[in-house]
């Protein structure tokens, strides 16, 4: 059992609600102009519903010597419940693709700078946030920079299905192109970009790429960075 101080005013409950709330929505917001599964509504309505647990863990317990005793296993039951829900952003297809982990990784911080501000812990939960601001954002942009110079990027606007990115493959590997890496983003419920990326080649073999591509059934467009 631990103890915590805690002001069981209106106000106090309001400004814990409130600072989880900003928090939370700076991180989904990233995650929302990403077209990510999780965006902005979500990670908000997951912190404040961990502060609000936290709170109610904390008003709930029994008072001794006019402090209130938090039952830790409420935390250890929060974090269970948000592993399941993270789990449910996380895209597995039958080719390997799996996308969303960073979503799953961001709704669990999330949560866990709910419990923080829940129970009064401001200072643990703004440092979280600044810090998961600097992975999701600012390396974000220093891994494009270097990956710009690296690779090159073809972007499949379709109907993603497992024989169409299969189909994808087979055409880079004829031209002797090997995938670095391969990402997906939700346009709409029906709709995904899928994105493959190959070592740096000419602007002539991209736009012959993007031809080939284009052919595939249920592609609409195909874009090349160059």
């Not at 609600?17 to 929505?25: A, K, N, P």
């Not at 789990?87 to 297809?93: E, N, Q, R, S, V």
């Not at 090159?152 to 299905?161: P, Y």
Request: charged letters at 15%.
């Amino acid at each position: 059992m631990q103890t915590i101080p805690f002001d069981y005013s209106l106000g106090e409950i309001t400004l814990r609600l409130f600072v989880t709330l900003l928090l939370t929505g700076m991180i989904g917001w990233d995650r929302e102009r990403l077209h990510k599964p999780a965006g902005l509504r979500t990670h908000i309505l997951v912190g404040v519903g961990s502060a609000l647990i936290m709170l109610i863990s904390t008003v709930t317990g029994p008072m001794v010597n006019g402090v209130y005793q938090v039952d830790p296993r409420i935390v250890a039951n929060v974090v269970t419940g948000i592993g399941f829900l993270g789990a449910g952003t996380i895209l597995h297809f039958k080719d390997g693709l799996v996308s969303g982990l960073t979503t799953a990784a961001s709704l669990w911080v999330a949560a866990a700078i709910g419990m923080a501000i829940g129970c009064g812990f401001y200072s643990g939960g703004i440092i979280t946030t600044l810090i998961v601001l600097f992975v999701l954002y600012l390396m974000g942009l220093i891994d494009d920079y270097y990956e710009g110079r690296l690779y090159r990027s073809v972007i499949l606007h379709a109907r993603i299905t497992p024989h169409l990115t299969e189909s994808a493959k087979e055409i880079l590997r004829d031209e002797e192109l090997s995938i670095l890496k391969v990402e997906t983003q939700s346009v709409s419920p029906s709709e995904k970009y899928v994105v493959f990326h190959i070592k740096a080649i000419s602007i002539s073999m991209g736009k012959e790429l993007s031809r080939r591509l284009a052919k595939l059934p249920g592609v609409k467009e195909v874009s090349f960075n160059s």
